[in-house]
């Protein structure tokens, strides 16, 4: 129970929020770099995870365990979104009628036509 609370300490949860959230539906929509949407969030996390680390580095500075604390939000974020976090967005967006983002590469609905 000890190690449990440990590993759950030392998960930074705004920046898996940010992740999970910001995956989803801005990465899902504006960053796709393959049609396949688990790659997809892969490359969001990995760019938001580098940008994330140079943020920390310029505000209040990053020694060796924050860098192992992301690396451990990074890989538990990834795990958890593609074991359960996936289809908990697609039940939470079933129930409340929200159309789907699409999120592979080339399905992305045209945008509107910006009027003069």
Do not use: C
């Given at each position: ?8 300490n030392?998960i930074?949860?705004?920046f898996a929020a ?16 393959s ?7 892969l490359?969001?996390?990995t760019v938001?995870?580098a ?10 500075g990053?020694n060796?365990y924050?860098?192992?604390?992301i690396f451990?939000t990074?890989?538990f974020t990834?795990s958890?979104y593609?074991?359960?976090?996936k289809?908990l967005?697609?039940?939470?967006e079933g129930?409340f ?13 045209p945008?509107?036509p910006?009027?003069?």
């Amino acid at each position: 129970m000890e190690k449990l609370l440990m590993f759950l300490n030392s998960i930074d949860w705004i920046f898996a929020a940010i992740i999970l959230v910001g995956g989803r539906y801005w990465g899902g929509k504006y960053f796709t770099i393959s049609k396949n949407a688990s790659l997809n969030f892969l490359a969001f996390a990995t760019v938001f995870g580098a940008i994330w680390i140079g943020i920390q580095h310029f505000t209040v500075g990053v020694n060796s365990y924050n860098v192992g604390n992301i690396f451990i939000t990074y890989l538990f974020t990834t795990s958890f979104y593609e074991l359960l976090a996936k289809k908990l967005f697609e039940l939470i967006e079933g129930i409340f009628n929200k159309e789907k983002l699409p999120l592979k590469g080339g399905d992305r609905p045209p945008d509107p036509p910006i009027k003069p």
